[in-house]
């Protein structure tokens, strides 16, 4: 399959279900009468949600990221592009786990919504059980932290975004937004929520296709698996999905675009063949990551890019994707690009606060190993299947 490898239409369903009529104008009211907080906002989501925002003229809009070099280019992106609003559009460099983001909260925190698209979200994150502890963080506590500063602050809806790696996980990173997905069920008794599981986002940060562009800005081989697929949306509509949950979602409504199988699902190495010729070379296949390296000095010159694919052997990786699993209730007729998980994930309070308190127990302790963290993930998740190999992608170019 040959696709498009611009950084604006990898699909277009979700802009034109966007842009068109009567969702178009019912967005557009939404936006100017509200306040929007958001998290993780100078991501590669969160700027293409911010930017949906932003140029619907909302009263207020504040934004929130860990990364200050982000930010600035968020800002310039922005006012380059747009220009000015009328409503109030700051930004702060804060770590919403820290007590100052709990000190900015008690001083605001006045907000119609919130969108949490902050994340870990690769699998080489479960490598360590250090930067798998801060994987939890991220996405679950930090999620249940701001949900709870949301109640008592009156929100009217809270957003965060999800994962298809949700749906069946294989790997921590996929699991630990699956738990995520069933703390936010049990907080919409309390506050209305919704989500979205859409695919990989092209060209985002630590993507596969935007380390193609570095390689080759850096003159250096491709190397890809040949035998896993996935979906793929771009920035523009990764925010747009967001948003039309944000907005036109229903209490526990999980968005997904509509994609299938058949026609959608690309191989990571077909991907790297288009994406060499896309930019005017003929890939060479090597047998080796040694071989690509060495040809990488003189093939470019000749027109040709030395790659170098191979079958995935690493920790968490899943050969395919999907959006939704057996027995979920689906809403397929409300929008025409957009399908709905009308979720009704069952959780046990008593499974949910064990799972709590024993994080929070490791974490106190400032001791805890990848296996007891995982037994952990398979008491709350029965049908977890977390597939170890002893490899993981750090170990790859």
Known sequence: ????????????????????????????????????????AAGTIGQAVTKEIFKRNPKKLHCIDISENNLVELVRDLRSEYGYIDGDFKTFALDIGSSIYDAFISADG???????????????????PYTLMRMIEVNVLNTLKTIQQSKE?????????????????????????????????????????????????????????????????????????????RYFVSKEESGQLCLMSTLLGE????????????????????????????????????????????????????????CFFSGSDTTGEKDFEEFFTEGEILDMERFEHLGIVKSQLNFVDEKLDNFLNKILEMRESGTWSKEEIVHLFQDLLPEFKHLETGKYLDAKM
């Not at 896309?278 to 010159?301: Q, T, Y």
Request: glycine share 4%.
């Open 1 to 40: 399959m040959s696709i498009k490898l611009d950084s604006h239409s990898l699909f277009s369903a979700n802009r034109e279900a966007l842009n068109s009529q009567p969702h178009h104008q019912q967005l557009l009211a939404l936006v100017e009468e509200s306040k929007f907080l958001i998290l993780g």
């Open 110 to 128: 006045e907000y119609d919504y919130v969108l949490n698209l902050s994340a870990l979200k690769h699998v080489r994150s479960e490598k360590d």
């Open 153 to 229: 602050k009156g929100v009217k809806k809270y957003f965060c975004v999800s994962t298809d790696k949700a749906a069946n996980p294989v790997n921590m990173m996929g699991a630990s937004k699956r738990i995520m997905e069933l703390f936010l069920m049990r907080e919409s008794n309390e506050i209305t929520i919704s989500t979205a599981r859409f695919a990989n986002v092209a060209y985002s940060d630590g993507s596969l296709l935007h380390g193609f562009k570095m390689r080759m800005e850096k003159n250096q081989p491709i190397v890809a698996p040949d035998d896993v697929r």
């Open 251 to 306: 209490n526990r409504d999980i968005f997904f675009p509509k994609l299938n199988a058949e026609s959608h699902l690309i191989k990571f190495s077909d991907l790297a063949i288009d994406f060499i010729r896309s930019r005017g070379f003929e890939p060479h296949f090597c047998g080796s990551e040694d071989e690509a390296r060495v040809l990488a000095k003189s093939h470019p010159s000749e027109g040709k890019w030395p």
